[in-house]
Structures are given as structure tokens and as C-alpha cells.
């Protein structure tokens, strides 16, 4: 119908218009509260990009963040909501902090075992979230939610009780690592992990084959699409369910891992730090990408790091961040959907959509 | 009865009122097929729009209507999203749910823990003297007598008229509603603007009675989530959403007790949990193959009772999108 | 109700489906339109009854232009009513909820005068409905009646019934058409008949319509013959199949003794052997503990109590993937809903299905896919997402996508929705197939279907299951009446 540069322009239109349309209506709720845009952009440049300490900040947020999204990608294939891959985090984190703050060994030994402790904590909690979807038929979403509730209890139980720090607990955090359980730095104008770097890649390496080149992936797709005729194909959906929820609770436990022995240095309520529904967010946008998926977890660390400087600066609470963040997100879903209206025989966007995997009902004993 | 029990049971009906309101809201958008999943910001948003509007304007009333626009207009965006541009309701339902949770904490950060107005109590003259149950039901703010209408109005309404007829059915099966000249995709807009300004009200429930003020992180953090699961256990009725709610609020008041008792040690921090595995364990009962196991090893006069109390079948086109012709 | 449609056209696409259609049906007749699936006859029904627009044509009701309704109320209030082949009622609904849904009752209804309503359009057609029923207690059989009922109701003078009979039991049939003759005799209501059962038509109708390829191509006046309307439908008589049995003692599969518990019914103490090369059919109503069988003989039911026997190796209490391994096939009645994973491509079906290391050789799967393509005649490339086939390119898949050889083919309604000639094709991939040593187990609601292809045939009632150990020695008049629950000649058979 259309010429091809109207369906180019539509195109980059579609694209373009809700960052701009986002950006517009946060520089409008930033008039509102009686602050200038033009500062705020400042500040966020500068909180993200004022020296390579500030950069390595964004960092920080950035590998967590990509860990959870490609977590993420695989349950998203699955046709799953992880929605709890904010309590993996926090459990991750909370058995790498056992790990830190009662095993004496070596770095070279104990860091390790901190990160494989995380994993085991994270797929354990995921794996909690897969067995009541699977066995007993509760909606990851809810099961997810109410285990992201228990997580964070049981963090700040451990915090303000077992593991209160002698000096008297604040419920704040627990006493601070001791240096050997920590992820080295960089260097002290760059702080951040060169381990944790390397796990990134391996894990976007790592996914990205596993779903494109193995049988596993090839299942968790026809499982994701239709749990129904997968199940007929000959594929174990069960086992695709649970296998794609441990993994993504793997990844995530590494995330809370890293904010624990990286990022804070001790084990803090919500370790999380919203870091897992940010990651959700990141793959709602982007679909089921891991490459995309890690490069706009950056570019949100970029607006989270960013907006550490607001309060700082402009006495701005920094949920302004994620006002921004959900803004886009909002329109670029809205506008995929006017597109489709709009150019209808324009490919799908690879937006994830839910999908009930089949539960093998147990048969009541007679 | 013991005149401290009895402040108990009133403050559980009091605490448990923005719960009512938002999972009725809630059932009333989920029986016309649509869901909206944003509930725990939504709840936020017109808790703080609620309490600000109040304050500035010094009425209540126009708190309660900016906070019930605020929740409409969130249902709007769903389902427009939803059934005009076919995007997935749950994926747009849970980006809002962030947005709006962060939205409120942005925008009110400069009303934090301000006193401001809230509704007055209002005993019912004639029915609070009645012993014990007038000093629970009777003797409280005017939304919980909206309330406990609400129930039962949305019962009448649902069940007992030819529009709840034609309700139930766009979310049951909107092909067949299409065919007896329903207009299946209006009814899902309207009821889910319904549905969407009373959770804004159940916000306001909070800002303007229960917890008044706002604060960050906002008080009724969860609460979103647990209405939403109220919905599911109480399979989509309206008069098990009010148990489902009570026994939520009942729940936190026993923590709150035991918490002040000096007899028992449970730290506090644990207790928070409680209603989260009351929400697993609710949610186990009534899904899947659980409840059908249940029932088998009961005798057999109780089976029927309890299938009326656990049976949760959802609405079927719950989530669906229809195109009609 | 004189009813003269004039020259309605539709397309969709590039499918001319109603093609310049002119008819003219009078009051009180009842009227069958046959055709082949694909002929157009649902389309020209659903635009009769406000369920599509034409594109162009005229309607006209008594002698007036009805002018353009749009929608299915729009008809209804114009007189004309559809009773769909799966009735389009709100299964979550008690029966007087659905009477009364959509009839002008004002906004709060009197559930009494509406009762009584119900009652006396039921207890004059004959038909027995319990106003407090849930819907989904309801057989179809029922379901219809409710739908007619209702229809009646809201004042409709013109019926079009799509495939009523499949489905509903013998008893419920004669009630039907018993119905059906008295409101065309006495309330002088047209009726418009869709079917593919040529015995229903002849039973019922007073004459016949016949489409072909979206166009009218003939008309009849009943009494008329199977032969002539078979000559009408696909312009030459079909070659009856030839039955061939195939002996051979070796046993692919052995039920014995199984009970299997459905959700309504339970099949108890059930015993069934099915040797190489037999063709099996299992008859019966919707949910009567047929598809129980079919499905525990792959595994996606386990028996409660007996033993299950594949080639000879025990499958008692095996998963269904189990079953795949020990070389049994199952097609399930739904296509792209159990079968086919929309989203997939051909070579990521056929990958699913053959590539059974770690890492799968996109290369081979994708060599193995064109392979298939060119063996089962598949209109489509490797890498063609699933949903762009159509139907009968879907079908045709999904047979490739079976083991070559399998022990056993359990297939639910193997040519549901397919057209004479896709049927025959899936019949005769299926015989060859049967032809070195596979077994096959199937159901259909096809009466004719079952006759023509089973060696033997169960025939499941409410849970009890009879044998019919010689198909050839049956018809469909048997086969209907057992299906519908009337045991008592079993002994003669």
C-alpha cells in the first residue's frame, strides 16, 4: 500500500516516537514538582559520566541487571513470568553472604564458592517457584510475588537477628565482609569486578548458543509457544518449566550475589534493589534478544546511575529513574501495538507472551 | 465479650476495607475477561493523589474522586492496550504496575508524612448499640459501609440482572455474547474503568482512613498483590473476596497481637511473612488439582460445602481478546 | 417465513466462497443445503444469519427487503435464527441464565414468569430441560434444545441448523426432527438443514439445495436417493473403499482388565487386544469413556487398576513419553492447538521430533525437512512458520511428522474438518502405513467413516463399551443405535 520510504519513515517513526513521547511527559512531572528538565539532564549525565568512578557506578548497576535479563530471556522462552527473579536475587545473595561472613578460606577458594552458593540459592528459589506452578498449578506470577515477599523477610530477619553485626544490630546491615570474601576491584578509579564481567559474557555466550544451537533450547521454545503440542511432540514441558526457572534463578542469584560482595560489601535488606523488575523490564522491551537484552540493561544502568546524583544535586528523589524507565517501556509496547494497526504486515515484535505450560494432573490415589 | 477482642475484630473490618474495595474492583474487570495486573502501583498512585488532592483542597471527597480517576485511568491505558492495540494485558498490567509505584513516589515526595485530612467516623445511630457486632460493623468510617454495599450490590448486580448476565458473559465466552448483541468489547472497557476507579478508591482507603498520609516507602506495599490473589481464592464471588480480605486483615491484627505479647518470641521481621504464605497456601487450595485431591478424602456430606468454598474456576476468556466478526 | 436470497457474493481472499447465490426457500418447508467442506455453505449461512456480512446481494423476508442486518441479533430480530453446530451458549450459565440472556427481560428479570416460559416452548417440542442445570451438565444433544427453545422464544421464524445431528444420540434425533417436522407443519417456519449426513437429509427434508465450489449447482425435490444426492454433491458417485483385511497374530497392543477414570465417566474392568495391521474404530457420544481408551493406549491417562501391554513389553504406569519411545503414535482431534506449535518452523518441528542429541544439526534437520516436504506433497519451505500453512498442508505435517513405522497409530477424529478429498488422502496414508504392520486405533463421530474403515469397532455408552467384533456385518443404523445407548440386540450381533 505504502511506498517504501513512507514504510521506512513509519517505521523509524514507531521507534522513535515513544522515547520521545517519554521523555516529554517526564521533563513535564519534572516542571511539576518545580525542577528544570535541562538540570535533571545534567545531573543524570553527570551521576552517570562525571569521572570513572561515577562510570563504574553505572557498572555496577549494569552487570546485575544483564545477569537477571538474560536470566530472564530464557524463562520468557519458556513462556514464563519469572516474576520472582527479585527474591532469587535476594537469596543468592543471602547464601553468598553466609558463605562471606562465616567460611574462612582463601579468596581464590571462597570466592568461588560464594558465586556457587548464589547459583544454588537462586535456582533453589526459582526452583520453589517452578514446582508450585508445575505440581500444584499456582500462576508463577503469584508464586513468584509472595516468594519475592518471603526472601526479603528472611534477609532482614538474618540481618536484624542470626547475623546482626556484634556491634550492635540497626537492622541496616550485617558487619561488613571481610576483604578476601569480596570481588577484587578493578582499580580504585574503576571499581568493578573483572570476574563478574567475564560471568556476564559467559552467561550471554553461554544463552545464547544454549537457546539457538541445543535441543533444550529447541524445547523450551515449542514449550514457550504451545506447552500443549509440545507436550504431544514428545517434549517433557515439566521438565523444560522447571529447568528454565533454575537457570534464570542461577543467573539472578549471581546478580544479588554481586551486589553483596561488590556493590555493598554486606548483606542488606532488599538487596535486590529492584534490579530483577527492572531486568523484566529490559525484556519486555526488547523480546527474546539476549544481545539487545544486555545492551538496553545498559543503557537503564546509564538512567539508574545516573539518578543517584538527583537527591544529591537537585533534592530529587531518584524514583524519577524509574518513572522514566517504565514511561518507555509503557510506549514502546502501546506503539508495537499501533504499528501493527497502523502496518500490518509488519513482523511481529517479538514480545513475550504468557503461556500456561500444561500441569500433569497426579491422578487422586483410589 | 472481651472488649479487646472486640477492638480487634472492629480494626480487622477496618483494616480489611481498602482490600474489599480493590478485589471487588478487581472481580468486577476480571468477570468481564480482562485483568488488571497492575493493582500494587495502582494502589499507590491513588493513595497519593488521593491524600494530596485532599490536603490541598481540604475535602475528602474530591481526594476520593482524583484518587478513583487515577485508577481509572490506569485501567483505561489496560485496556486500551489490550483490546485495541492487542498487546498482552498481563505485560502491560505489571509495566504499570512499576510505573505508577514509582510515579506516586516521585510526585508525592514533597508530601511525606504530612498530617493531613481524613474521614471522619460515622457510627450508625440505631444498629452500632447492637451488642458486640454494632461496635464491630457499625462504628466506622463512612467507606466501610461503602463497603460492605459494594458486596452486595456487585452480588446483585453479577448475579440477579439482566446487565450482570450479559457481564459474566463477555468473560466467559464473548462469541456467544456477541451473538446475543452484546457489545463485548464496550462492556470490557466499561468494566474495566469500573473496576480500576474502585481500586483507585481502595487507595484513597488508605491515604484518607486506614494508614492516613503518604510515606515512602508507601504503606500499602503488597497490598496490590494480595488483592489480586484474594480474587483467585475467592473465585471471582464477590462475597468470598470479602472472607478472603477479612481473613488477610485477621491474619495481620493475630501477628500485630502476638507481636505485643510478651508470652511469645516470634521476631516481628517473620511475621511479615505470614500473609505471604497465607497467600501460597490460599492459592495451592484453590488451583490446580490440589483442591480436587481435598475434597476426594472428605466425606461425602462436606464435599459439596467445601467444593462452594474452594472451587475456583476462572472466568474462561479471562485475559482473551476478542475480534468480533 | 418465505425466505429469497439474490445473488449474495463473498470472497475472502482470493476464495470466491459464495459465488452470484440465488435461492428461494418458502414457509413452512425444510430445506437441506449439502455441499462439500469448502462449498460455501456455512458462509451463505452465517450471512443469513447475521454472522458475516455479504459483500453483495440482497435478502429478502416475505416478499420485503430485510435490508442489511449485521450482526446475529439483527437477524434474530428480522426472524432468522442459527443454531450453531457447537451451540454458542455460556457453558458457565445455568439454563434459565441462558434463556433469558440476550431476550428483552427488562433489567431485573422474573425468574418465575421466565421459568414457566422455558417450560411450556420445551414441553411442547417435546424437549426436557432443567432450568437450574448448569450448562456444562448438559449434553449437546440438550444444549441444541436449549438453543432452539431460546430461539423460539425471541420470535424467530426461520431455523438453520448447522450439522445437528453429530453428536447428539439417537433418541435426541428423533425428538429433534420430531420438533422440527411441527414447527414447519403447524407454526409454517422455514427451515434450512446443514448436513453431511445424507440419511438425516432424507429422513427430514422436503428438497435440497447443493452447492459446489462457492456456486448453487443444483436443486432437488425429496424423496431422492443416496446415489442421486452423492451425483448432485460431487458431480459422480464415489467409489465405495474396498474393505481388505489384513490377518496378522502378532499383537501390537493389550489392554487388560484396565479401569480408567474420567472426569464423568469411568471405564471399568475394560480388555482389548489390538493386533498388527488391524483398524480399529471407536464409536460413541462425546466424553462416554471412548476417548478414556484411546488416550490411556499412549499413555496421557494411566489406568487405575489392569495392565497395559506394548509389543509385548509392559506399559503399565508409563508416561505418555514412555509410550513415543516405545513407538507409538498419537493425533490429537484439535490441529494447531495439540499437534502443531504456531511460531515453529517445518524445520523446528521436524527437529523436535528427530534430533535427539544435545546439539542439534540444523544442517541434517533441515535436509530431512525438504525430504519430508517432497514426500508428503507439503506446500511450504523448511522455514516457513507453521501458521502461514494452510489446513490441509497443516495435516499433512503433521502426518510427516509421525514415525514412519510406528506399533501403534492412536488417532482422535484423524479427518475432523477436512473435506472429502483430504480425507481420503489422510485414509490413505494411514492404510499404507497399515499395510507394514501398523496398528491403528481411532475415533470419529462419522458414523460412516467407522464402517467403512474398522476391521472391528467398540463402541463406548456411558462408560460400557461393546464390541462389534466384524464391521463389515454392521451399518450405520446399528452402529447409531448402540452409540445412542441401546445395547439390548448386542447379543445378536
Avoid at chain 3, 281 to 306: F, H, N, P
Wanted: hydrophobic share 50%.
Amino acid at each position: 500500500m505504502n511506498p517504501p520510504s513512507n514504510r521506512t519513515a513509519l517505521t523509524v517513526g514507531f521507534a522513535l516516537l515513544p522515547i520521545i513521547v517519554s521523555l516529554v511527559i517526564t521533563a513535564v512531572l519534572v516542571l511539576a514538582v518545580g525542577s528544570n528538565p535541562i538540570d535533571v539532564l545534567v545531573a543524570v549525565a553527570e551521576g552517570a559520566f562525571r569521572n570513572s568512578n561515577s562510570f563504574a557506578g553505572v557498572v555496577n548497576f549494569w552487570i546485575p541487571l544483564a545477569l537477571c535479563s538474560i536470566g530472564l530471556i530464557v524463562t520468557f522462552t519458556a513462556g514464563l513470568w519469572n516474576i520472582g527473579v527479585e527474591g532469587q536475587m535476594i537469596v543468592g545473595a543471602v547464601f553468598a553472604s553466609w558463605a562471606a561472613l562465616f567460611v574462612d578460606l582463601p579468596a581464590p577458594l571462597l570466592i568461588p564458592l560464594e558465586i556457587v552458593l548464589a547459583m544454588i540459592g537462586g535456582g533453589l528459589w526459582a526452583a520453589l517457584v517452578g514446582f508450585l506452578k508445575t505440581r500444584l498449578g499456582v500462576h508463577e506470577i503469584f508464586g513468584g510475588v509472595a516468594l519475592n515477599a518471603l526472601a526479603n523477610v528472611w534477609s532482614i530477619y538474618l540481618i536484624s537477628g542470626p547475623w546482626a553485626p556484634p556491634t550492635g544490630g540497626t537492622a541496616q546491615a550485617t558487619a561488613p565482609f571481610k576483604d578476601s570474601a569480596l570481588l577484587p576491584p578493578l582499580s580504585s578509579e574503576f571499581p568493578v569486578s573483572l570476574l563478574a564481567l567475564i560471568l556476564v559474557a559467559a552467561a550471554l555466550v553461554i544463552v545464547t548458543f544454549a537457546l539457538r544451537g541445543t535441543r533444550w533450547g529447541l524445547q523450551l521454545k515449542a514449550t514457550g509457544k504451545n506447552s500443549k503440542s509440545a507436550l504431544l511432540l514428545g517434549v517433557p514441558t515439566l521438565q523444560s518449566a522447571m529447568t528454565a526457572f533454575i537457570v534464570c534463578g542461577m543467573l539472578a542469584g549471581i546478580g544479588g550475589a554481586y551486589r553483596v560482595l561488590f556493590t555493598y560489601a554486606s548483606l542488606r535488606p532488599l538487596a535486590s534493589g529492584g534490579i530483577g523488575f527492572l531486568a523484566l523490564l529490559v525484556v519486555l522491551l526488547v523480546g527474546l534478544r539476549p544481545m539487545f537484552a544486555v545492551m538496553i540493561a545498559f543503557t537503564f544502568a546509564v538512567i539508574l546511575g545516573g539518578s543517584t546524583r538527583l537527591k544529591v544535586a537537585l533534592q530529587l528523589d531518584q524514583s524519577l529513574a524509574g518513572v522514566l524507565q517504565g514511561f518507555i517501556v509503557l510506549l514502546v509496547l502501546l506503539s508495537n501495538g499501533l504499528r501493527q494497526r497502523f502496518m500490518p504486515a509488519a513482523v511481529e515484535p517479538p514480545t513475550p507472551i504468557t503461556a500456561t505450560v500444561e500441569v500433569q494432573r497426579i491422578q487422586p490415589p483410589v | 465479650m472481651d472488649d479487646n477482642l472486640i477492638n480487634i475484630l472492629n480494626s480487622v473490618v477496618a483494616n480489611a476495607t481498602p482490600l474489599v474495595i480493590a478485589g471487588i474492583g478487581e472481580t468486577i474487570t476480571e468477570r468481564a475477561g480482562v485483568v488488571n495486573l497492575s493493582l500494587d502501583g495502582s494502589l499507590a498512585l491513588a493513595a497519593m493523589i488521593g491524600f494530596v488532592t485532599a490536603l490541598t483542597t481540604q475535602s475528602v471527597i474530591l481526594g476520593m474522586i482524583a484518587a478513583m480517576i487515577a485508577g481509572a485511568l490506569i485501567a483505561l491505558i489496560i485496556a486500551v492496550a489490550g483490546i485495541e492495540l492487542r498487546q498482552d494485558q498481563v505485560a502491560v498490567g505489571f509495566v504499570l504496575t512499576l510505573l505508577a509505584a514509582d510515579l506516586a513516589q516521585f510526585l508525592g515526595q514533597n508530601y511525606t508524612r504530612i498530617p493531613g485530612p481524613t474521614l471522619p467516623y460515622v457510627p450508625i445511630p440505631v444498629l452500632r448499640d447492637i451488642p458486640v457486632v454494632g461496635e464491630i460493623f457499625f462504628n466506622h468510617e463512612p467507606l466501610v459501609y461503602l463497603s460492605y454495599a459494594l458486596i452486595f450490590v456487585t452480588w446483585y448486580a453479577l448475579f440477579h440482572t439482566r446487565s450482570g448476565l450479559a457481564h459474566r458473559a463477555v468473560g466467559e465466552r464473548p462469541a456467544a455474547a456477541f451473538a446475543r448483541g452484546t457489545n463485548v468489547n464496550r462492556l470490557r472497557y466499561f468494566y474495566t474503568i469500573l473496576g480500576g476507579a474502585l481500586v483507585g478508591l481502595a487507595g484513597a482507603a488508605y491515604s484518607l482512613a486506614v494508614k492516613p498520609g503518604w510515606s515512602t516507602p508507601p504503606v500499602m506495599r503488597g497490598d496490590g498483590w494480595i488483592a489480586l490473589a484474594i480474587v483467585i481464592f475467592a473465585g471471582w464471588h464477590p462475597f468470598r473476596v470479602v472472607l478472603g480480605a477479612y481473613l488477610f486483615a485477621g491474619l495481620r491484627s493475630l501477628a500485630s497481637a502476638i507481636q505485643r505479647s510478651p508470652d511469645i518470641q516470634i521476631p516481628l521481621v517473620l511475621l511479615n511473612g505470614l500473609p505471604w504464605l497465607l497467600m501460597i497456601i490460599t492459592l495451592v487450595l484453590v488451583s490446580g488439582g490440589a483442591v480436587e485431591r481435598l475434597l476426594n478424602i472428605m466425606p461425602r456430606p462436606l464435599q459439596k460445602a467445601m467444593r462452594t468454598v474452594l472451587r475456583s474456576d476462572p472466568p474462561a476468556a479471562l485475559g482473551t481478546r476478542f475480534d468480533e466478526g | 417465513m418465505d425466505i429469497e436470497l439474490k445473488h449474495i457474493h463473498k470472497r475472502f481472499g482470493a476464495v470466491h466462497a459464495n459465488n452470484d447465490i440465488s435461492l428461494k426457500v418458502s414457509a413452512g418447508h425444510i430445506v437441506a443445503v449439502l455441499g462439500e467442506n469448502g462449498a460455501g455453505k456455512s458462509t451463505l449461512m452465517k450471512i443469513l444469519s447475521g454472522y458475516q456480512p455479504a459483500d453483495s446481494g440482497e435478502i429478502w423476508l416475505d416478499g420485503k427487503s430485510a435490508g442489511s442486518y449485521r450482526t446475529p441479533q439483527g437477524a434474530i430480530s428480522a426472524g432468522i435464527g442459527m443454531l450453531q453446530q457447537d451451540p454458542l451458549d455460556i457453558p458457565a450459565f445455568t439454563v434459565l441464565e441462558n434463556f433469558v440472556y440476550g431476550q428483552n427481560t427488562g433489567f431485573l428479570f422474573s425468574p418465575r414468569k421466565w421459568r414457566e416460559r422455558l417450560k411450556s416452548i420445551s414441553a411442547r417440542l417435546g424437549f426436557e430441560l432443567d432450568s437450574d442445570q448448569p450448562i456444562a451438565h448438559l449434553s449437546i444433544g440438550q444444549r441444541q434444545q436449549l438453543e432452539i427453545v431460546r430461539l423460539l422464544s425471541m420470535g424467530v421464524r426461520t431455523l438453520i441448523l448447522d450439522e445437528p445431528t453429530t453428536g447428539i444420540s439417537a433418541e435426541q434425533k428423533l425428538v429433534l426432527f420430531k420438533a422440527l417436522r411441527e414447527l414447519a407443519m403447524h407454526d409454517h417456519m422455514s427451515i434450512l438443514l446443514v448436513s453431511h449426513k445424507l440419511e438425516d437429509v432424507i429422513a427430514l427434508c422436503d428438497s435440497v439445495v447443493v452447492l459446489r465450489g462457492g456456486q448453487l449447482v443444483g436443486k432437488l425435490q425429496m424423496p431422492a436417493t443416496t446415489d442421486e444426492l452423492v451425483r448432485l454433491m460431487f458431480g459422480q458417485e464415489l467409489a465405495p473403499h474396498a474393505h481388505e483385511c489384513l490377518i496378522n497374530p502378532k499383537i501390537a497392543i493389550n489392554l487388560d482388565n484396565v479401569t480408567l477414570k474420567g472426569k464423568r465417566v469411568t471405564v471399568e474392568n475394560f480388555s482389548m487386544k489390538i493386533r498388527s495391521c488391524e483398524v480399529i474404530g471407536l464409536a460413541g457420544l462425546e466424553e462416554s469413556g471412548q476417548d478414556l481408551i484411546l488416550r490411556a493406549c499412549v499413555g496421557l491417562i494411566k489406568a487405575t487398576r489392569g495392565q497395559i501391554t506394548v509389543n509385548s513389553s509392559d506399559m503399565t504406569g508409563k508416561s505418555y513419553r514412555d509410550f513415543l519411545a516405545g513407538n507409538v503414535a498419537f493425533g490429537a482431534a484439535g490441529r494447531l492447538e495439540e499437534g502443531l506449535i504456531a511460531g515453529l518452523t517445518l524445520t523446528e518441528h521436524i527437529a523436535l521430533t528427530t534430533e535427539n542429541k544435545t546439539l542439534v544439526d540444523w544442517a541434517r534437520a533441515t535436509l530431512v525437512t525438504d525430504h519430508k516436504i517432497k514426500q508428503y506433497n507439503v506446500r511450504g519451505r523448511p522455514d516457513s512458520p507453521i501458521e502461514t500453512l494452510s489446513g490441509g498442508n497443516q495435516q499433512r505435517l503433521l502426518m510427516a511428522l509421525m514415525p514412519d513405522n510406528p506399533v501403534l497409530m492412536a488417532l482422535e477424529q484423524p479427518t475432523r474438518g477436512l473435506d472429502v478429498d483430504s480425507a481420503r488422502w489422510i485414509w490413505q496414508q494411514l492404510l499404507e502405513r497399515r499395510a507394514h504392520g501398523t496398528a491403528i486405533l481411532f475415533s470419529s463421530p462419522d458414523l460412516d467413516e467407522l464402517v467403512t474403515y474398522s476391521d472391528r469397532i467398540f463402541v463406548a455408552y456411558a462408560g460400557r463399551i461393546v464390541e462389534i467384533p466384524d464391521a463389515t456385518q454392521t451399518n450405520i443404523d446399528e452402529l447409531g443405535r448402540l452409540i445412542g445407548g441401546n445395547f439390548e440386540k448386542e447379543s445378536a450381533l
